[in-house]
């Protein structure tokens, strides 16, 4: 219990907040672990007040609160339009340009006759070089002159930079400069945020981390400053306790230190999602899930074999390498308010451009105009217009029809209608193609893989994407809409550290000494992180590779030490399921060494059973996979624990509308979650 102004002794209660380009969602759970939920348009313009005033809604005695969780995609969206702090790049003598560089690669685009190289994150102009060099191994060569250094600072504050990064030659194998180089600046020009390379992304590759490190200077003062007014607004209101941010790896860290961790946001809000997913497929006992979380701007989809999410060392935001340890996910522009255009060739296209969640839709009656995924769903009879958002939006069904008719003025033949299935059938096969992206490209056939289907149009999408990939069932959790929010309140903490340490393979690469040495450092990483090293699990990780390949695969293992035999057989198990062969013959080496520390949430939580037992089914006309049905439609509620229903049917929720095609059956579980079945 928890004393408030009063007096009076209240239960702890435990909130979760995440920001989507469209809606701001929220899931709040009680002592008893029983969880209520709200959900408003987003504010873009203002990021926080969405969130301030759904919290505000549940009238919870903010003193009373334990935990407060928010996820969000807004570092993201910062970097993709490149609206983020003015920021200077400080580097070593001589390697100005890295950055403009690049990688002189085409990113796969080989044969793209178009091909556009990514924009450099960075102008020029505002990259300055200091005098100072550090050599691979860590041995300083010439010695920082810090007050020439400064000279080149104070031509940035001229040029009214509110970010720099300091990414010096070889700085992850001694990060004596940037250390002296960032407390300068810091004692100098307080007011200027700083990222360090050493600090944000301690691993070699000088590009990689030269774009990473710029990143986080980047976005990490629009993120600091949107998270600090959100704390203000929750301590004002009597909250006591630490606002958590969800990370990109599906653990959270303390919002102080979202700042200097900016980029550690990337994939903040999906990864919440797929906690959540993972979350209610394990108490269905499902264990091997794919996941499909469509929103109103992007689809995320993802992969975790026995419930264990696939990580990556490194992301891609808008052809930009980021170094951060984060989920395994493909992001594909297939939302609710995704454009459906004529391409140049005259073909139907969907996405990646998005009316958002202003104007919207053009049956949201705010303005909009141009055909989207959710108009066409609204035209094809699945999104039923009474029945948005628990009917709280009403949905224009004329101008979602005008919409989806300007398709026809640009050269698409056939009605309304089966231009409206087109556009969701092109939506499904973009989706089908993201999922084989975490699959199939991984080596693993996802035949066997139940779809988790969440988000306010996964589970309208999910069965069509199934029947793509030849998935026979989809599990939709109870109020999908809010799975993201839900995954804040069951998200474990997490901190993901790396060291770079190139060497060959040998016997002590994980000996009983190196793994004491991993361990003691995992033990201050937890307690700089005000963490109890007794309540925390300590994973080691190794990125490995044969000699001459330019990339790695991270090995994740126990706190068991192995010898070289043991590591080479784990990297090529992995390498076989990744790439289809082995090189025994070649040799190994071990690039770097990673520690995971993490800490379980353990509270319960409980989802309400709501059954609705008066409401009826109804008979309407739908079109679906190039075809017209008569198809049921039920709100979800009327489906009793053990109820099956037959497709075609639409389920309806206030979060979200199921659809099940002919030839499957929709079942509520015991939990109260939906298991979508092909019965063909």
């Given amino acids: 219990m928890v004393a408030v102004p009063d007096g009076s002794l209240v239960p702890p209660y435990r909130i979760g907040v995440e920001v989507g380009g469209t809606f701001t969602d929220l899931v709040w759970a009680d002592a008893s672990g029983a969880v209520h939920t709200g959900k408003t348009p987003s504010t873009p313009h203002a990021i926080q007040e969405a969130v301030l005033a759904l919290i505000a809604s549940t009238g919870l005695p903010l003193e009373a609160v334990a935990q407060v969780t928010h996820g969000s995609t807004v570092a993201t969206n910062a970097l993709i339009m490149r609206k983020g702090a003015t920021v200077g790049l400080l580097t070593t003598r001589g ?150 941010i969800m990370q990109s790896n599906g653990g959270v860290m303390p919002a102080a230190a979202a700042g200097q961790n900016a980029v550690r946001m990337m994939l903040s809000g999906p990864a919440a999602g797929v906690c959540g997913a993972a979350w209610f497929a394990r108490r269905n006992g499902i264990r091997d899930i794919l996941t499909l979380d469509m929103g109103g701007t992007s689809t995320d989809v993802a992969i975790a074999p026995d419930l264990v999410p696939g990580m990556v060392t490194e992301l891609t935001v808008d052809g930009l390498p980021l170094r951060t340890t984060s989920v395994d996910m493909a992001t594909i522009g297939a939302g609710g308010g995704s454009i459906a255009h004529v391409d140049r060739g005259g073909f139907l296209a969907v996405g990646p451009e998005s009316a958002g969640s202003s104007p919207g839709p053009a049956c949201y009656g705010r303005g909009g105009t141009r055909p989207t995924v959710a108009d066409a769903q609204m035209v094809a009879g699945l999104l039923r217009p009474s029945d948005f958002f628990g009917g709280k939006m009403v949905l224009d069904a004329d101008k979602a029809r005008a919409a989806v008719a300007r398709l026809q003025a640009q050269g698409l033949s056939g009605s309304v209608e089966d231009i409206a299935d087109a556009i969701l059938r092109t939506t499904n096969a973009n989706m089908a193609g993201a999922v084989r992206q975490v699959s199939t490209a991984r080596g693993i056939d996802p035949r066997g893989f139940t779809l988790v289907a969440y988000g306010g149009g996964g589970p309208l999408h999910a069965a069509m994407v199934a029947q793509e990939i030849e998935i026979r069932q989809v599990l939709v959790p109870w109020s999908p809409g809010l799975v993201s929010a839900f995954g804040l309140l069951v998200a474990e903490t997490k901190i993901d550290t790396v060291e770079s340490a190139l060497h060959p393979l040998c016997d002590t690469s994980l000996d009983a000494a190196r793994v004491a040495k991993l361990i003691d450092k995992a033990r201050d990483t937890a307690a700089a992180n005000h963490l109890d090293d007794e309540d925390c699990e300590i994973a080691i990780g190794l990125d490995m590779r044969y000699s001459g390949q330019a990339f790695e695969i991270t090995l994740w293992t126990d706190t068991a030490a192995r010898d070289a035999a043991a590591l080479r057989q784990l990297f090529e198990s992995a390498h076989r399921q990744r790439y289809g062969y082995v090189r025994q013959k070649l040799d190994c080496e071990v690039v770097a060494y990673r520690l995971r520390i993490s800490r379980k949430a353990r509270d319960a939580i409980v989802t309400p059973l709501d059954h609705d037992a008066q409401a009826t089914a109804r008979k309407v006309e739908i079109a679906l996979g190039g075809s017209h049905h008569h198809a049921t439609l039920l709100p979800r509620a009327a489906l009793a624990v053990g109820g099956r229903l037959p497709g075609p049917a639409i389920l309806t929720e206030p979060t979200s509308t199921t659809v099940v095609p002919a030839g499957w059956e929709a079942e509520c579980l015991p939990t109260g979650d939906l298991l979508l079945r092909d019965v063909t």
């Fill in 95 to 244: 390697f100005r340009d890295i950055v403009i560089l690049g990688r002189c690669e085409r990113n796969h685009d080989v044969y793209d006759m178009q091909y556009r190289a990514t924009v450099a994150p960075i102008r020029r102009h505002m990259i300055r070089e200091v005098t100072e060099r550090i050599d691979a191994r860590g041995a300083v060569l010439q010695p920082i002159d810090l007050e020439a250094a400064w000279r080149e600072v104070e031509t940035f504050l001229a040029q009214g930079v509110t970010g720099i990064a300091i990414c010096l030659v070889n700085a992850y194998a001694n990060p004596e400069h940037e250390a002296a180089l960032a407390e300068m600046i810091r004692r100098r020009a307080p007011h200027v945020s700083i990222s360090a390379s050493s600090t944000v992304s301690p691993e070699f590759r000088e590009y990689e981390r030269s774009v990473t490190t710029l990143a986080n200077a980047f976005v990490g003062p629009l993120v600091e400053h949107y998270v600090r007014l959100l704390d203000e607004g929750i301590r004002r209101d009597g909250y006591r306790g630490t606002l958590e």
